[in-house]
């Protein structure tokens, strides 16, 4: 059986506020983003709240990967406490390299270069709520992948599933 692989990371999107940090978790069998955070700080527990939203709809069973750069909210004594409650186990890339989470910066590009760059928004609610649009109602059902088969990830995931129940 393979292993299930995440990967997380955060940015930052300009707003007339103040800049709000954005931290999600993709998993990287489907692409699909199953936990993300968005707040007006860059602590441990913006990427918290996106891990906690993956741990809550993913449910897994088994011990799962989740790759990280070594930034500060990632080797938080919070972080490794919540990993060990949750069974994940972290992976991280030496500094300056970024291949573990290359599929979470490739995500933030598409996010910026098809969505935040057309945008100045006036508040954090106003980011906050382009990003939930972006994530949930456009990239998870609609925006297809290459590496999916030009499938989007939640079409995918469907598609991979009734192949495992012999639909």
């Known amino acids: 059986m393979v292993q299930e692989q995440w990967s997380s990371d955060i940015t930052y999107i300009r707003t007339l506020e103040g800049f709000v940090y954005l931290a999600v978790v993709i998993d990287l069998y489907s692409r699909r983003v199953i ?4 707040q007006s700080r860059q602590t ?3 990427v918290l709240q996106a891990l906690l939203m993956a741990v809550w709809r993913r449910k897994p069973r088994n011990r799962v990967l989740i790759h990280s750069d070594q930034g500060s909210q990632f080797t938080s004594m919070e972080w490794a406490s919540f990993l060990k409650a949750h069974n ?3 992976s991280m890339s030496r500094r300056g390299n ?3 989470n290359a599929v979470v910066e490739s995500f933030f590009n598409l996010l910026k270069r098809e969505r935040i760059k057309r945008r100045t928004y006036k508040s954090r609610e ?3 709520q382009d990003v939930f649009d972006y994530i949930e109602m456009f990239y998870n059902p609609r925006r297809k992948h290459v590496r999916n088969g030009m499938l989007s990830p939640v079409e995918f995931e469907r598609q991979q599933e009734m192949k495992t129940e012999g639909v």
């Open 35 to 38: 936990g993300w955070s968005l």
């Open 44 to 46: 441990t527990d913006v």
């Open 88 to 90: 994940l186990e972290h």
């Open 98 to 100: 970024c291949h573990d």
């Open 126 to 128: 106003e980011a906050r």
